[in-house]
């Protein structure tokens, strides 16, 4: 197990030498995200002075209207990933189409994110995020963005909260790092999570219970609260998924009729939701079967996601098969 407080960039250059082949192109790409969450985090802790709440007075290819914050987040993590040289394509929930930098001719990875999530709550001071998947190059197009999740490289969020998180996984396990803004440094404070095997949260935002295409959920919602069970749901995934990792439980954001397909994105959201809690012992479906087994079929697509606890996934199957 590693050491509390070692710092991101050395546990990944140790994670590295495990692999004899390893080039230090992963190493190099996940350092170049972590730099632009600590520029990002310099903006959230101060968002309230500098002109950055606020809507941009624009709607993104999602038909949502983007937040400066979205926009800034975005820039600052294209600049980055660019910049590095280790991804040849990137792919954004703020962009119509990946982009394809220059210096990253070479490169062997694309990456998928969400500059920002939880874009509801930027303004009222609540817990947002980034969240980012990377997959192999394969054929050097906007298919390298269609592969299953479980072929992900690694995943990972950044959570802009009471404290701010870097939460990694490259398919050995799942660290949590905190960041100390005296040095400037994410040190390892969550070695090794694994999600418990039951909990007594559920997440879900039921004021859609009406509008869910399953009504059995209903059902299923009511069985847990006779189990004793209480309920948190803050609006932003990253947040939402992150309580659910340490405390246990279900997360879910069920099809309705308003988002026939649930509202969030497979590849910026779900799958690296998936492959964390996948790798810390908890399991992800769409309803039907696991996230990281779903074939994309277009960059933007939405998926019903629960993830979570074995038992209350395992659970929720039985409701809704
Ligand atoms: O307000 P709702 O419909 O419950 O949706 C909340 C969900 O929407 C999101 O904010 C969508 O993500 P973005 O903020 O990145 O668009 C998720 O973080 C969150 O889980
Ligand atoms: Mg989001
Ligand atoms: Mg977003």
New binding site residues.
């Given amino acids: 197990m590693a050491n509390i407080g070692i710092d991101l960039n050395r546990f990944i250059l140790e994670e590295e030498r495990k692999y004899p082949e390893a080039t230090g192109s992963l190493s190099i790409a996940l350092t170049a995200i972590e730099s632009a969450g600590k520029i990002i985090a310099s903006h959230v802790r101060m968002a309230g002075l500098a002109d950055i709440l606020g809507k941009a007075g624009k709607t993104n290819i999602?038909g949502?209207e983007v937040q400066k914050l979205?926009e800034l987040s975005n820039e600052i993590l294209i600049k980055h990933l660019s910049d590095c040289g280790q991804f040849y394509a990137l792919a954004s929930?703020e962009l119509d189409e990946p982009i394809y930098p220059p210096k990253g001719v070479d490169g062997k990875y694309v990456i998928a994110f969400?500059?920002?999530?939880?874009?509801?709550?930027i303004d009222v001071n609540v817990s947002?995020?980034t969240?980012f998947s990377i997959h192999r190059r394969i054929t050097g197009t906007d298919e390298d963005f269609l592969q299953e999740g479980y072929k992900q490289v690694a995943a990972g969020y950044i959570i802009y909260g009471s404290s701010t998180m870097f939460v990694l996984t490259t398919g050995n396990g799942v660290n949590g790092f905190t960041l100390d803004p005296s040095v400037g440094m994410f040190l390892l404070s969550h070695p090794d999570m694994k999600i418990p095997e039951k909990g007594k949260i559920y997440s879900i935002?039921e004021?859609?219970a009406k509008k869910w295409i399953q009504p059995e959920l209903i059902n299923y919602i009511e069985t847990l609260k006779e189990e004793g069970y209480t309920t948190r749901?803050?609006?932003?995934?990253?947040?939402?998924v992150h309580r659910t990792l340490i405390k246990g439980g279900v997360f879910g954001?069920p099809a309705d009729r308003k988002?026939q397909n649930g509202?969030?994105?497979l590849l910026?959201?779900a799958s690296p939701m998936a492959f964390i809690i996948e790798q810390a012992g908890g399991k992800a479906t769409d309803g039907n079967i696991d996230i990281l087994q779903i074939k994309p079929t277009d960059i933007h697509q939405r998926t019903p996601v629960f993830l979570g606890s074995k038992k209350e996934i395992n659970q929720l199957l039985e409701f809704i098969k």
């Avoid at 969400?114 to 709550?121: A, F, I, T, Y």
């Fill in positions: 999602q949502e979205d929930e969400d500059p920002l999530d939880g874009s509801s709550n947002i995020g969240i935002n004021a859609n749901y803050i609006g932003s995934m990253v947040a939402d954001y988002n509202k969030l994105r910026y959201e």
